[in-house]
């Protein structure tokens, strides 16, 4: 059996937290935690505790969740981001910090965390500025943070403004603001998610706006670009990039991609040249953000606009995707935490 949590972003009731489980190839919601307007979730570095998102407009937070022994969420408390549009979270690899991407504001935040998993209190919130070519980018939109696996940077992914910030870390005190380099994106590329192969030595970047993949080579705060691909099929000529997701052996990645509503399969080499070898339907509408659940052989694609998580069998660490196995109406589905 495994156990696995979507976010459903609603301004009533209805959106929050939905706790799910697979179980004899079917999938059943167990369990439901009220948020309105959660877009996204993390784990704490022990798993002890779920991180949750709440993307309003007007004024944004994080609330913090102990894990049960049975999966079930128990609330901490909630705190204010000092943002607006929270839209990703990241826990400091001292698991002292949280800090959050808050897109409409165009700024990140920093929390400190109590030794509960609670969260103790919002320290301070970091501005970017300047803006870029395209209509989405007329003010910066960090979209996405995430810790270099060193642990010495916090990379902040803005779409607004084409560019990567570095944020040099530092154990007990958090981001060193004034130190921070960037990595720079061609006008209008939209940059949205990244990650890093296994090994720590190579990073992908995902871009909304231009639809394309940048893979980098990593060593000690310093990406040396290698090469890049359009995630889009051949037959296709816009669309709108969502997520990026190495497969559970690190061998390859799929991202998804909004518009051609489909999830394309990704190699790469020890030089870091990127193959797209095919292209599979997602199953629904806007898929936002899909996951594989334990046993690598179950895909799980939140489809935002069509209103369901699906989930398809298959092989994703060949490159492979199945049928449709099972299929899950949930109100505005985002994100899917494993």
């Known amino acids: 059996m495994s156990t696995f949590y979507i976010s459903g972003m609603t301004e009533d009731e209805h959106g929050g937290i939905f706790r799910c489980q697979w179980r004899n190839n079917t999938v059943q919601m167990v369990e439901f935690t009220p948020l309105r307007r959660n877009s996204f979730l993390a784990w704490s570095r022990d798993r002890r505790t779920v991180y949750a998102s709440m993307q309003q407009e007007t004024d944004g937070g994080a609330a913090a969740y102990r894990v049960q022994e049975n999966g079930a969420l128990e609330h901490l408390n909630t705190v204010s981001a000092g943002g607006r549009s929270v839209c990703y979270l990241e826990v400091s690899p001292d698991g002292k910090y949280l800090y959050s991407a808050n897109y409409a504001s165009g700024n990140i935040s920093e929390f400190l965390l109590d030794a509960d998993g609670s969260i103790a209190r919002l320290?301070?919130?970091?501005?970017?500025?300047?803006?870029?070519?395209?209509?989405?980018?007329?003010?910066?939109?960090?979209?996405?943070?995430?810790?270099?696996?060193?642990?010495?940077?916090?990379?902040?992914?803005?779409?607004?403004?084409?560019?990567?910030?570095?944020?040099?870390?530092?154990?007990?005190?958090?981001?060193?603001?004034?130190?921070?380099?960037?990595?720079?994106?061609?006008?209008?590329?939209g940059p949205r998610h990244l990650v890093f192969a296994p090994d720590g030595k190579m990073a992908f970047l995902l871009c909304e706006l231009g639809n394309k993949l940048f893979s980098f080579r990593y060593e000690n705060g310093v990406f040396t670009l290698l090469d890049k691909v359009s995630t889009l099929p051949e037959a296709c000529h816009s669309g709108s990039a969502a997520a990026i997701r190495l497969v559970p052996d690190g061998s390859r990645f799929f991202v998804s991609n909004r518009g051609s509503n489909t999830l394309a399969a990704v190699t790469f080499d020890d030089s870091g040249k990127l193959t797209v070898t095919g292209f599979f339907p997602a199953g629904g509408a806007s898929p936002r953000d899909f996951n594989f659940l334990p046993g690598a052989e179950i895909v799980a694609v939140a489809n935002e606009f069509s209103g369901k998580a699906v989930f398809f069998a298959g092989k994703p660490c060949r490159g492979q995707l199945g049928a449709e196995a099972a299929v899950l109406n949930l109100p505005r589905p985002l994100y899917v935490l494993v």
């Open 123 to 189: 320290n301070r919130t970091v501005s970017h500025y300047g803006s870029g070519v395209r209509t989405e980018q007329r003010s910066p939109h960090p979209h996405c943070c995430t810790f270099t696996p060193d642990g010495k940077f916090l990379c902040v992914v803005d779409l607004g403004i084409d560019r990567v910030k570095l944020y040099p870390f530092i154990p007990e005190q958090g981001l060193a603001v004034d130190g921070a380099g960037e990595i720079m994106l061609p006008p209008g590329s």
